[in-house]
């Protein structure tokens, strides 16, 4: 049976500090609680955000840092209750219908949360038993997966003393050890040296190639652009943009980025940039205390930093900084939420 | 339900037992039998304690070991796992109620329980005799009590498991066990309070009254002791309590 993903206008308010692995720091408005004495902080994690992922895609949500990617997954996953809207994994109900959902589906939280009482083998051994599985069955997927994940030379040590690497691998090995039609990724492959990650990438391609259902978060472009069938950009718990990586770095006007710093504001030159062929949008900074600061969203990159600083000296204004982004995810982030991925 | 995946969280906590078997019996033993020495023999061969206090000493010690045991077999695994590490969610995300996995805990301590209550009565027995009077007169309400006492110590731990973290689990043993088990009638009779009539009546929110009291009853009945029909329904009621609170707080742990 093939499953998707659905959510309709999900929110999540979170009243009590969120968990950690819901997010580190998130850009949260604080306000005050209606009928309680106590004011509690309200930190809007998700502000009605609705989605649909088919079944057999592989689905990334891009975003910062306390974007609501890991809420989104918390909620899907039935690990966080929804404050507002609705959400199916398949014909399920997320929060109605938890034990059908839970068996459909492999979870790999952003940290890893391993159980630290047993082995690697272990590990993986009791999640097929809690899954139902006989023991020949979890025994021999135990050793594939192993394998797979090159975890045999340590599979019979306890996991406390594992690198970061090696529990998220294990972590890994063990949403896949009851063969989930869905398999949710929060940040893969954050913490992994590059030949792992490929390794990921690879096992992630092969796992949606059987015909699973894959939703992983990313902060990475590279990866949302490697792995990602489609994507939702999400920002403050809101989904921004929404399509294959492909789509939306066309959606970029012109492609290419120019973030220039100038030596002192000038209205006019900004407006005078605007005039140069192949330029499509000037956009002052959006930091509230850097004015001198301009993107130009362009068609051509390299080629118009001369005439940028020709215009800049007929204005006599110094141009003091220049960085050149070719078309990517990035820039469509920048371009609609004036901020980068990492800041 | 699923038992499948019920059995499947049982055998994993008994594994895990299994692995630690030598320091959960150090630390569940070490400290009740050194009691029953100095207070048992030495301090009753040397003549300060009448002889018979051997015998009003042991169903206290019985008691105490089992609450120990219960509390820290479901309270200590769930405050480390419900940590930053969050261990606990691999279960969470089995295919079954989460309220289930608080109740498979409960079972789960419930068995340490009444294992540490049938290791200690022997080994207690061993360490005091000659000298000690049992007199089982009702088996059946001594398996009720017995029964009771490790259930309200299992349920114990889960609502102390799911209420405090880590940073707080010295003020645990130092704010709620010790008193507990100081004014838990565990080493005296309830009885000997007289003298302290406010105190007599406040000690009766203390559930360890009811376990020392009702295992005083069953097994050394010639002492003074509550009555079985007040201990049973004491008991039942706090495990009730218990119970009902400590699910409350596992799921509000679990999901946030």
Known sequence: MLAGIRTRDLRKIYTSPPPLAAGGTFAFSTARGKSNKQPKPQIVALDGLSLEVSPGEIFGLLGPNGAGKSTTVGILTTRVRPTGGQAWIGEHDVWKDQVAVKRLIGVVAQRPNLDFSLTAREILLFHGAYFGLDSRERAELAEALLDRFKLRDRSDQMVRGFSGGMMQRLSIARAMMHDPQILFLDEPSAGLDPQTRLLLWEIIREYNQRGKTILLTTHNMEEADALCHRLAIIDHGRKIALGTPGELKASVPGGFLLRLRFGRHSPELLLRLQTLAGVTEVRPSSHANDDNSADVYADRGGSLVSEIANLASGASVELCDVHISEPSLENLFLHHTGRSLRE | ?256
């Not at chain 2, 499948?4 to 008994?14: E, G, P, Q, V």
């Not at chain 2, 037992?17 to 009753?44: C, H, K």
């Not at chain 2, 029964?147 to 689990?169: D, E, K, R, T, W």
């Not at chain 2, 838990?184 to 007289?194: I, K, M, R, T």
């Open chain 2, 1 to 256: 339900m699923n038992w499948k995946t019920f059995l499947a969280l049982l055998a994993r906590d008994a594994h895990v037992a299994r692995r630690n078997f030598v320091p959960l019996l150090l630390q569940t033993f070490l400290q009740p039998m050194m009691f029953v020495f100095i207070f048992g023999r030495v301090m009753v061969s040397s003549g300060y304690m009448p002889a018979a206090y051997k015998s009003l000493l042991l169903p206290g010690i019985m008691a105490i070991s089992m609450v120990f045991t219960g509390v820290w077999a479901v309270a200590m695994p769930l405050i480390s796992e419900f940590q930053f590490t969050r261990e606990i969610e691999d279960r969470l995300l089995a295919p079954i109620e989460i309220s289930w996995l608080a109740i498979e805990k409960v079972i789960f301590g419930t068995l340490q329980a009444l294992l540490a209550g049938s290791v200690v009565i022997p080994a207690a027995w061993l360490l005091l005799r000659p000298g000690v009077e049992l007199n089982l007169r009702s088996p059946l309400s001594f398996a009720c009590v017995t029964l009771l006492v490790a259930l309200f110590s299992a349920c114990g731990g889960l609502a102390l498991g799911c209420s405090i973290n880590q940073a707080h689990i010295g003020l645990m043993f130092s704010m709620v066990l010790t008193p507990m088990i100081f004014f838990g009638c565990a080493y005296y009779p309830w009885s000997a309070l007289n003298h302290f009539p406010i105190l007599q009546k406040i000690v009766l929110v203390n559930p360890l009254v009811y376990a020392s009291e009702g295992l005083r009853g069953t097994l050394v009945p010639q002492f003074p002791h509550l009555s079985m029909p007040v201990v049973l329904i004491a008991l039942a009621f706090f495990d009730a309590l218990l119970l009902t609170a400590g699910l409350r707080q596992f799921h509000r742990k679990a999901v946030s």
